[in-house]
């Protein structure tokens, strides 16, 4: 970390109180450790102005443990990251991110030097194709081929969340349907797929126009599936457990999620090409807007009589 640059003056603190009472604004990025953590969770009337970003010495886990009974964590590097060769400007982008405002522009975080592809898909029948592609791709540039499968499957998982779960959280469909089932979407509402690598970084984003992915809803899921005795129960309510979205963060070196309620859910999942000598990196950065304009969805009439696997269930938007 010693050759990041800081846009401002740094303070470092030694306990728990200095912390509290250190000044900041809106726009001071905070850091805590586990066990500045554990002092500053225990105070009830905690509410700095600006971000914090926890800095985790143990597994992820028990860092996903922390974000239901501590609702203002949303940002976590583990130890191990802050030593990692992409640590620069991985923690770059994200301050970048923190003090600018606004919705984050994750696909900023790559940089120039990643090159890729990027689609957009507006049906669901056509993903499969797609990350047969993508694999292509990413052998093409050499990428390992466990890194590939890593990437190929937090495409397909957020690809079939993109298409089956999030519209009908959104309202757009009454109940989950097969995802045997072909979804259509409008062209100007398509699903919106990049991936990418340059030589020590690989990539996937899948951003969906629904905004429907909830913070409850994402911790709900990494919780049950962070319990150490793996002993998961399946979620009735939206086809799954949720172990797909788990092995997307066990799996990555970072994941961004940028959520504007019913406007867009983005997620990027980044993968190191270089292992390091120790446990896993990690880290995770959550960005939840309440504010989004809302957006009324509907099934197409003539296509929701009596679907079936050769027809199209085609969701439009609509203005009110």
Same mark, same amino acid.
């Given at each position: 970390?010693?050759?990041?640059?800081?846009? !401002?003056?740094? &303070?470092?603190v030694n #306990?728990?109180?200095?912390?509290l009472? +250190? /000044?900041?604004?809106p726009? *001071?990025?905070? =850091?805590?450790?586990?066990?500045?953590?554990?002092?500053?969770?225990?105070?009830?009337?905690?509410?700095?102005?600006?971000?914090i970003?926890?800095i985790?010495n143990?597994?992820l886990?028990?860092?996903?443990?922390w974000?239901?009974?501590?609702p203002?964590?949303?940002?976590?590097?583990?130890?191990?990251?802050?030593?990692?060769?992409?640590?620069?400007?991985h923690?770059?982008?994200?301050?970048t991110?923190?003090?600018?405002?606004g919705p984050?522009?994750?696909?900023?975080w790559?940089g120039?030097s990643?090159?890729?592809?990027?689609?957009?898909?507006t049906?669901?029948?056509?993903?499969?194709?797609?990350?047969e592609?993508?694999?292509?791709?990413?052998? !093409?540039?050499? &990428?390992?081929?466990? #890194?590939?499968?890593?990437?190929?499957? +937090? /495409?397909?998982?957020?690809? *079939?969340?993109? =298409?089956?779960?999030?519209?009908v959280?959104?309202?757009?469909?009454?109940?989950?349907?097969?995802?045997?089932?072909?979804?259509?979407?409008?062209?100007?509402?398509?699903?919106?797929?990049?991936?990418?690598c340059?030589?020590?970084?690989?990539?996937?984003?899948?951003?969906?126009?629904?905004?429907?992915?909830?913070?409850?809803?994402?911790?709900?899921?990494l919780?049950r599936?962070a319990r150490?005795d793996m002993?998961?129960e399946?979620?009735?309510?939206m086809?799954?457990?949720?172990?797909?979205?788990?092995?997307?963060?066990?799996g990555?070196?970072?994941?961004?999620i940028?959520v504007?309620?019913?406007?867009?859910?983005?997620?990027?999942?980044?993968?190191?090409?270089?292992?390091?000598?120790?446990?896993?990196?990690?880290?995770?950065?959550?960005?939840?807007r309440?504010?989004?304009?809302?957006?009324f969805?509907?099934?197409?009439?003539e296509?929701?009589?009596?679907?079936?696997?050769?027809?199209?269930?085609?969701?439009?938007?609509?203005?009110?």
């Amino acid at each position: 970390m010693g050759r990041l640059k800081a846009a !401002s003056p740094v &303070v470092v603190v030694n #306990t728990a109180k200095q912390f509290l009472e +250190a /000044a900041r604004d809106p726009k *001071t990025v905070s =850091f805590l450790d586990n066990k500045t953590l554990e002092v500053v969770g225990s105070v009830a009337h905690v509410a700095l102005p600006g971000p914090i970003i926890v800095i985790c010495n143990e597994p992820l886990q028990t860092a996903v443990g922390w974000l239901q009974p501590h609702p203002w964590i949303a940002h976590v590097m583990s130890a191990t990251m802050l030593e990692h060769p992409i640590v620069e400007e991985h923690l770059e982008n994200v301050l970048t991110t923190l003090t600018a405002g606004g919705p984050p522009r994750l696909l900023d975080w790559l940089g120039p030097s990643v090159a890729g592809r990027r689609v957009r898909l507006t049906h669901s029948s056509k993903r499969v194709a797609r990350l047969e592609r993508m694999g292509e791709f990413f052998e !093409s540039k050499a &990428v390992s081929p466990r #890194t590939t499968q890593l990437l190929r499957d +937090a /495409a397909e998982e957020l690809l *079939t969340n993109a =298409f089956y779960d999030a519209p009908v959280a959104a309202g757009a469909m009454k109940k989950p349907v097969s995802r045997t089932q072909d979804i259509a979407l409008p062209d100007d509402s398509a699903c919106d797929l990049a991936y990418g690598c340059r030589e020590d970084l690989a990539i996937v984003r899948v951003r969906d126009p629904f905004g429907s992915l909830s913070r409850r809803r994402l911790v709900e899921v990494l919780s049950r599936c962070a319990r150490t005795d793996m002993k998961v129960e399946v979620d009735e309510t939206m086809g799954g457990a949720g172990l797909g979205m788990w092995r997307i963060f066990s799996g990555a070196s970072f994941v961004g999620i940028s959520v504007v309620k019913s406007q867009h859910t983005e997620v990027l999942v980044g993968i190191a090409k270089r292992a390091t000598p120790g446990p896993r990196p990690f880290a995770f950065h959550l960005f939840f807007r309440e504010d989004g304009k809302r957006r009324f969805w509907k099934l197409s009439d003539e296509e929701t009589s009596k679907p079936s696997i050769n027809k199209s269930m085609v969701i439009v938007a609509k203005s009110k």
